[in-house]
């Protein structure tokens, strides 16, 4: 993270994580950009320099076309907007359980945060 000051105001600048999330989905599932970019509707003449400018930080894609590659790739949206691998995998692998298990997950982390209370106060 980098502050630059002018005067009274300052602007931060900020990495985006989807650019990483992107490539790690796609190598994971083993398609070329080239694939990826045309299977979410990206004409085949810039689909690949348009999945590598995304992948670069160059450029963001918009929301729309983050869910059409979340899709596409079978990840959920929110992998794509993680700042830390671990949250990321978490969320993945949270996404491929069933309904039941979901509860079940969401009901240990509960418990837990319940007994971690408990030993605060």
Same mark, same amino acid.
């Given at each position: 993270m980098s502050f630059f000051l002018l005067g009274a105001h300052y602007k931060m600048s900020i990495k985006s994580p989807i650019g990483d999330r992107i490539y790690q989905a796609r190598r994971s599932v083993k398609v070329?950009?080239?694939?990826? %970019? +045309?299977? !979410? %509707? !990206?004409? !085949?003449?810039?689909a690949g320099t348009r999945i590598c400018s995304?992948?670069? %930080?160059?450029?963001? @894609?918009?929301?729309?076309? /983050?869910k059409k590659i979340a899709s596409q790739l *079978?990840? @959920?949206v929110e992998f794509f907007y993680?700042?830390?691998n671990e949250i990321a995998l978490l969320l993945k692998g949270y996404y491929e359980l069933s309904v039941k298990d979901r509860k079940k997950v969401? *009901?240990?982390?509960?418990?837990? +945060? /319940? !007994?971690k209370n408990k030993k605060e106060n």
């Amino acid at each position: 993270m980098s502050f630059f000051l002018l005067g009274a105001h300052y602007k931060m600048s900020i990495k985006s994580p989807i650019g990483d999330r992107i490539y790690q989905a796609r190598r994971s599932v083993k398609v070329t950009q080239l694939q990826l %970019g +045309a299977s !979410i %509707g !990206i004409d !085949i003449n810039h689909a690949g320099t348009r999945i590598c400018s995304y992948e670069l %930080g160059r450029t963001e @894609p918009k929301f729309y076309f /983050v869910k059409k590659i979340a899709s596409q790739l *079978g990840f @959920p949206v929110e992998f794509f907007y993680s700042e830390t691998n671990e949250i990321a995998l978490l969320l993945k692998g949270y996404y491929e359980l069933s309904v039941k298990d979901r509860k079940k997950v969401s *009901g240990l982390i509960e418990e837990l +945060a /319940v !007994i971690k209370n408990k030993k605060e106060n």
